[in-house]
């Protein structure tokens, strides 16, 4: 695939390059650029080049444009087990705006963190109840298209911001060290499982930068 030019990259909101040096493309020298931008941006810009190149034009045309996400949904925690993103379960607000557990057609999402929270109560509460200890010691997996991404991933590593390390970044969150692009009207599936019964209720964000049609 072709890189964007530099008069694309601009127009398209994606970023600026200087001149021609080195054999870095032109979109990673935009995104290096952007220093200041978020890490969600970043990586986007990082990944421009795995659209398909007639929505790269329709972003520079002004027919497309990125947005921020996140995809959201929500479960109860079954005796071991919550099932959040699951191909059967349709989108509902305040449950989940993932249809049937895919992205809606031509909308792509650079995955860059995804957040966790729990609540003990109801499916309709407030989610920002501390993780009880069976949760902490708990795992979480994602599969996309039916190939596991993230597999066996410890709770924890939503959870570490509540003591003090990393108290800047947001409740909950986890930054993904390796983003995923992930394609429109894929299979998305996300799973928790504790080692022992807990009673309660988790809602999980997939956020990172979206880009769909107008």
Not at 117 to 134: A, C, M, R, V
């Amino acid at each position: 695939m072709d890189d964007l030019t530099n008069e694309e990259i601009i127009l398209a909101g994606l970023g600026e390059v200087d001149g021609r040096r080195g054999r870095m493309s032109k979109v990673r020298r935009a995104a290096k650029s952007e220093i200041g931008a978020s890490p969600y941006r970043r990586h986007f810009l990082e990944r421009v080049q795995k659209l398909p190149r007639n929505l790269q034009q329709e972003l520079m045309r002004g027919k497309a444009q990125i947005s921020d996400a996140p995809y959201y949904a929500t479960a109860e925690i079954k005796g071991t087990r919550s099932e959040l993103i699951k191909l059967s379960v349709s989108e509902e607000t305040g449950i989940t705006n993932i249809d049937n557990g895919k992205l809606n057609k031509d909308r792509y999402l650079t995955l860059s963190g995804i957040r966790l929270l729990f609540d003990k109560d109801s499916i309709n509460g407030s989610f920002t109840d501390p993780f009880p200890p069976e949760l902490l010691n708990g795992e979480w997996e994602l599969e996309l298209n039916g190939q596991t991404v993230f597999q066996k991933q410890p709770i924890r590593k939503f959870f570490d911001g509540f003591y003090g390390y990393n108290t800047t970044k947001p409740f909950g969150l986890y930054l993904v060290d390796s983003p995923k692009v992930v394609q429109p009207q894929t299979p998305i599936e996300f799973n928790v499982d504790v080692p022992s019964e807990l009673k309660g209720y988790l809602k999980v964000f997939l956020e990172g930068i979206s880009v769909y049609n107008f």
